[in-house]
Every structure is written in C-alpha cells, then in structure tokens.
C-alpha cells in the first residue's frame, strides 16, 4: 500500500525538533520454527487469497483482526474495499498458512478520512477492525490481543510481512518510542512497503501485547522511522 509510505518528513520535522536517539536496526528474519508462536500475525490480501493488495494484521480476538485503514482502499483511493475482498490469512508462511479467514464486517476508526491526505488526524485514526465470518478457534490461532493501558517507555517489538519478504515474518526488536503525540507514536524502526497494518508490541506480565498499528514511514532526514497509531477503548470496544 504505497500511500503509507510516502514521506511524512516535513510533518515530523516540524513537530518533533532536537530528537536524539540512535536509528533501529534492520529486522530480523524469523525462521521457518519462530513463526509458530506468532501465527496470530497474519496477510491480509485484498481481492484474492494470495493475490492484490497486501498488508499486514493481527487477530486480536478470535473473529476480529486489526490493521491499517488505509489497507482497505487498495482498489480505490476514494472508496472502502467490499468485506468480500479481504482475505486474512493467519501465520501466512510461504504459501502455508494457519488459519484462512475471509472479512464479514470492514470497521474503520470513524474519524478516519482517507480524503484528508496526510496529517495528524489521519495518521492517528488509521485503523480498521475486520470482523471475520467464521472465527479462528484459540486452539488453532491463540489471538494477541491489544492492551490500551500497557506502557511503551521500553523495548518494542515490530513484527510483519515485508515488500521484501513477503511470504515469512520479519521482526524489529529494540524499537524505542522518540515522540508522542494524540493517538501516535513516533518510533526508529524503520518499515517498506507491507508492514502497514503490523502491530508494534510491548510484552507485560500477561505476555506480548498490541499496542498500536504500523501507519506510516520516513526514509528523509530525521530520526523517525514508523509512525504508529495507537487505537483507544472507544474504536476496539463501540457500543
């Protein structure tokens, strides 16, 4: 999805002058076995069940998935893909995978406006529920779910499917927060093309938890890398 990669440097550079912190590195390719333990991590694919638009997403429960808004205007910038379309497809693996869903319900942040280019506001709301026709037992697919309340003063980690490595995992470890902002983090791991929609992750005493949603990247000047969105109880829990 190019659009969450065009440069959103002039934005951080004048909002976020004087950072100081050293670069993240480059991810680390999970292997074939360290892909078990994170098969909630999944490939979303819109318009066929390995073909189209890809991103990346993360079952937070057994029929739901988080990800990026702006993964569901793969077909048209000024349009919502058909939940029909989106194709999830947990611990994708070089062709295998553990659990193969299709999107009964597409819910996107309702302040989101894929209209209104890149700012705040759209960097903050991109976010998006699918809801999954049938859900994926926790037997088969153990959901990583999202902990609004979990700190991210620490060590994140980053982990999703690549424009370079498509079919396997590809983590960043020691991913530190830079700037805060309503709704973002701004962070130095640096992402490419498919890492929309991965989930930056803290672990805390009940395990790896999801705290925000890969939104966008920087390659200019600077020492943000990602910026992500940080979903609040109102959009994961509406009434």
């Known amino acids: ?27 680390v390719r999970l292997s074939d ?6 098969r909630a991590i999944g490939r979303i694919n819109v318009t066929g069940f390995d073909t189209g638009g890809m991103c990346t997403g993360t079952l937070i429960a057994p029929d739901l998935v988080l990800t ?29 995978y553990a659990a193969h869903r299709v999107a009964a319900e597409i819910r996107l942040h309702p302040d989101y406006d894929q209209a209104n ?8 709301t991109d976010l998006a529920v699918l809801r999954l026709a049938e859900p994926i ?9 999202a902990d609004l309340g979990a700190a991210d003063g620490g060590a994140l980690s980053l982990i999703g499917y690549r424009r370079d490595r498509t079919s396997a995992l590809s983590r960043h470890d020691d991913c530190r927060v830079l700037n805060r902002w309503p709704g973002i983090l701004g962070l130095d ?10 989930p930056v992750l803290v672990q805390t005493a009940a395990g790896w938890r999801v ?14 890398r990602t910026v992500a969105a940080r979903p609040d109880a109102a959009f994961l829990t509406p009434e």
């Not at 990026?68 to 497809?89: D, E, I, K």
């Not at 280019?117 to 903050?124: K, P, S, V």
């Open 1 to 27: 999805m190019k659009r969450a990669f065009r440069l959103v440097v002039l934005l951080l550079a004048c909002l976020a002058p004087g950072i100081a912190a050293a670069d993240g590195g480059a991810p």
């Open 33 to 38: 076995a360290e892909h078990q333990p994170w």
């Open 68 to 96: 990026a808004a702006h993964c569901l205007f793969a077909l048209n910038p000024n349009r919502v893909v058909r939940p029909g379309q989106v194709h999830f497809l947990a611990g994708w693996l070089k062709g295998g």
């Open 117 to 124: 280019g890149i700012n705040f506001q759209t960097l903050a």
């Open 137 to 145: 037992p926790p037997g088969e697919v153990p959901p990583l779910p």
């Open 189 to 198: 791991c640096p992402v490419v093309f498919g890492t929309s929609g991965a």
């Open 211 to 224: 705290i925000a949603v890969v939104s966008a990247g920087s390659t200019g000047p600077g020492r943000i």
